[in-house]
């Protein structure tokens, strides 16, 4: 006859089986590895149905693969269950950074830092909701607090890099950036963002090898594609003046990029009045007709350049992800 096992050693042996998917899952999860992590937590979710732990990392891992609706029902279900818990904040927080939605993001992000502002995941991921919206400041001010718990904190570098970038602070995004890259040397991310500061900073050719790096690691990326193509154009002889001036449009508004054109072609009309005193109107209109031509030209490539360089520029880090 078998020995009946005691119901509290069945109920103990279930727990340990329920924290080894959580872990394996957490493990998948870091790693990036978001299908597997996606198995472990629905064998977690088989054995408690109720665990809101586990409903909330799988929403990590389903957003991830590109499943939103089924990552917001997850969380969901994770919030009703427990609604002050930080991390389903931050959960949620990340569901809404993905679906580019930085304010609704930064709001939950914000009630993740409050309930629990130990935890520089959180801050790092409220920050970069932040410089995704354009708060540079208050990026730069959150992302100095993450680094102030965790000097060794990549994203946060990465996002600090950035956000100095786009504030004009090119040497010290170069420094952030720089050590971003040392703590990660096979981040693709990372070898993108330090190939937009060698553009910034005129160097073309290492710009075109932290892209190709970028893509060596990760094949796959879209963003490091684009990256490789803006980088070759900067580096080519014909392109090369197009691009520094759309790097140099970076530095201004976005509506004085757009009336810099007809601004342009007034004073275009303006330098051919001399010329009319002293030439044939033919010749001269030839000459203001080919100017005109020229400018356009120069505008289109060079806006272009800007909205691609701006478009990437947009395209940020990971969302960091709770260890």
Request: glycine share 4%.
């Amino acid at each position: 006859m078998n020995e009946q096992i005691p119901h509290g050693n069945l109920l103990s042996a279930q727990a340990q089986r329920l924290s080894a998917h959580l872990d394996a899952g957490q493990d998948f999860l870091e790693s990036g590895h978001f299908a597997r992590c996606q198995q472990q937590l629905e064998a977690a979710l088989a054995l408690d149905p109720n665990c809101a732990l586990a409903h909330a990392m799988l929403a990590l891992a389903l957003v991830w693969q590109k499943q939103a609706q089924k990552a917001q029902n997850e969380c969901n279900l994770a919030l009703a269950a427990q609604p002050d818990n930080p991390y389903h904040h931050f959960v949620q927080g990340s569901l809404l950074t993905h679906a580019e939605q930085w304010q609704a993001s930064q709001q939950w992000l914000y009630s993740a830092v409050k309930n629990d502002p130990e935890v520089a995941e959180y801050q790092t991921a409220l920050a970069y909701a932040l410089y995704q919206g354009d708060q540079l400041d208050a990026a730069i001010e959150w992302t100095s607090r993450v680094l102030q718990i965790d000097p060794q904190n990549a994203q946060a570098h990465r996002i600090m890099g950035l956000a100095l970038m786009h504030s004009g602070k090119m040497e010290q995004a170069g420094a952030h950036l720089l050590e971003a890259l040392s703590l990660r040397p096979d981040d693709s991310q990372l070898h993108q963002s330090l190939g937009v500061y060698f553009l910034f900073h005129g160097k073309a050719q290492k710009s075109v090898e932290k892209m190709l790096e970028a893509l060596r690691l990760d094949p796959e990326s879209e963003s490091a594609q684009q990256a490789l193509m803006l980088a070759q154009s900067a580096n080519h002889p014909f392109y090369r003046p197009i691009w520094r001036w759309s790097v140099l449009l970076q530095r201004f508004p976005d509506w004085m990029v757009v009336l810099w054109l007809p601004i342009s072609l007034v004073a275009l009309s303006f330098i051919a009045l001399p010329f009319e005193l002293f030439l044939p109107k033919e010749t001269v209109r030839a000459g203001h007709k080919g100017a005109v031509v020229l400018v356009l030209l120069w505008a289109a490539y060079s806006t272009i350049g800007y909205l691609m360089l701006k478009n990437w520029m947009n395209r940020g880090p990971r969302i960091p992800r709770q260890k």
